[in-house]
């Protein structure tokens, strides 16, 4: 869906503060390599990983979502009581219920006429929630909508640690847990609003979405670890991306050469350039933050598009397209003009 009313009136991230370096973690996981006879460093020579960020201390999702949401409705120069509609992205969560999304409402005090509500597609969420939002205010609905997410990978990293350091613990296992310790922690908050209540701000277009959901089976996780055939992953991955890139060119008639900047989901060094590569992205056009920052999953579009305009290189006029895929698997690309 093609949209002309919707823009994007606030947009922020936050850096979790601690840095967790690939060399660390190598240092506790020494003796299971030694054993297994692995000198291979996946995560940093190939994955491309030399760090990522942590929480010092308990981060609750919601908490780290509410932090960014508080910087985001700044960013717009709006109350909280003006917000219609909230949507939480995170892959992380409080509890299985209630949903984190209305612990983030309750934190921001959102009016009793905020609809709230999950929306969970692994790393695919935020633009997800994005879509929705902006059809609800392209049909007059509500006039602003908040987008949040909050990352916590900590206990993903303790327990996964934990179980690759047993003595019992297979060459295969240990390859099939690996990713895990690419993820990241990190937070990211957008305000979409009515094009008319932001004159000048950012216009989201819309997007294209396509699945391959036969291979949702790839990568399976859970809060405290998570399982992937990562080479299977990314030649689907890149075959739904060129499909679903290909469907952009019709619906949204993208040109390559004619886009100022692809923000493209951070997994690693590997899948961005196979991305880039299969779909003829310059590499210049494309900021990467996997090796400071690890796979921050639904946040990382958001927060690259965030550090892009903190950098100073969206100019008025320029052409983003987002590009996100997530297990399962789902592809959406989507373009906002700045």
């Not at 000048?200 to 399976?220: I, M």
């Not at 921050?296 to 958001?302: E, L, T």
Request: hydrophobic share 45%.
């Amino acid at each position: 869906m093609l949209f002309q009313h919707v823009a994007i009136a606030g947009l922020a991230h936050i850096d979790a503060p601690r840095r967790l370096t690939t060399d660390e973690i190598n240092a506790r996981l020494r003796p299971t390599l030694d054993r297994l006879g692995i000198k291979t460093d996946v995560i940093k020579d190939i994955a491309g990983v030399e760090e990522r960020r942590l929480w010092d201390g308990p981060m609750l999702a919601s908490d780290a979502a509410t932090l960014a949401a508080v910087k985001a409705l700044g960013d717009a120069g709006i109350e909280p009581a003006r917000v219609g509609l909230l949507v939480n992205t995170s892959v992380s969560r409080d509890y299985l219920e209630p949903s984190t999304a209305s612990i983030v409402s309750g934190n921001l005090g959102l009016p009793d006429t905020c609809q709230n509500f999950d929306v969970a597609n692994a790393c695919l969420a935020f633009i997800n929630g994005m879509d929705i939002a902006a059809r609800m205010i392209e049909r007059g609905e509500i006039d602003y909508a908040l987008i949040v997410d909050g990352e916590t990978a900590d206990l993903a990293y303790e327990k996964t640690i934990e179980r690759m350091t047993r003595a019992d613990v297979t060459e295969e296992d240990f390859k099939n847990e690996l990713a895990t310790l690419t993820l990241g922690s990190g937070a990211a908050a957008m305000v979409m609003a009515r094009s008319e209540l932001a004159p000048g701000a950012p216009r989201y277009r819309g997007g294209v979405t396509r699945a391959a959901t036969e291979w949702n089976k790839l990568c399976r996780g859970n809060l405290d670890g998570m399982v992937t055939d990562t080479r299977q992953l990314l030649i689907e991955g890149v075959k739904l991306a060129q499909k679903t890139f290909q469907v952009a060119k019709q619906k949204l008639g993208w040109a390559v050469e004619e886009l100022d900047e692809f923000v493209v989901h951070q997994v690693s060094k590997v899948h961005t350039a196979a991305f880039t590569r299969a779909m003829g992205i310059d590499p210049k056009k494309v900021l990467t933050i996997f090796g400071e920052h690890g796979n921050i999953g639904p946040a990382s579009v958001p927060i690259v598009l965030s550090k892009l305009r903190e950098m100073g290189r969206l100019k008025k006029g320029d052409r983003v397209a987002l590009l996100g895929i997530g297990s399962g698997l789902n592809c959406s690309m989507a373009e906002v003009v700045w």
